[in-house]
């Protein structure tokens, strides 16, 4: 199992970014996904999941309305769209699966917020 995720950077508050996980080594589409991210200092915390057919989303209070969870089965892909980014969104975020009991994690992707 291997979760790589890349699309994050330096924005500015109330800007957009869209973070991306590629998955492989395991057949994405029977599997629920989930994003997470970790402050400095804090716990990583969930911030969105998805079902395998993405019938089933749910995100943590602090994101609901600005951000939006997808997934792509064809391409193996699952997707975050974050808008109207605010300086408390600053982490690292991570994708993740749980495949046969493990808990299988991407390397992460860093989003700042700043001005």
């Known amino acids: 199992v291997q979760l790589v995720e890349s699309g994050g950077g330096l924005v500015q508050p109330g800007g957009s970014l869209t973070l991306s996980c590629v998955a492989s080594?395991?057949?994405?589409?029977?599997?629920?996904m989930y994003w997470y991210r970790q402050a400095p200092g804090k716990e990583r915390e969930l911030v969105a999941s998805?079902?395998?057919?993405?019938?089933?989303?749910n995100y943590a209070d602090s994101v609901r309305e600005r951000f939006s969870i997808s997934r792509d089965n064809d391409k193996n892909t699952m997707y975050l769209q974050m808008r109207n980014l605010k300086l408390e969104d600053t982490a690292a975020y991570y994708c993740?699966?749980?495949?046969?009991?493990?808990?299988?994690w991407g390397q992460g992707t860093q989003v700042t917020v700043a001005s």
């Open positions: 080594g395991f057949t994405f589409k029977s599997y629920h």
């Open positions: 998805i079902s395998m057919g993405s019938g089933f989303t």
């Open positions: 993740k699966t749980r495949v046969s009991g493990f808990d299988y």
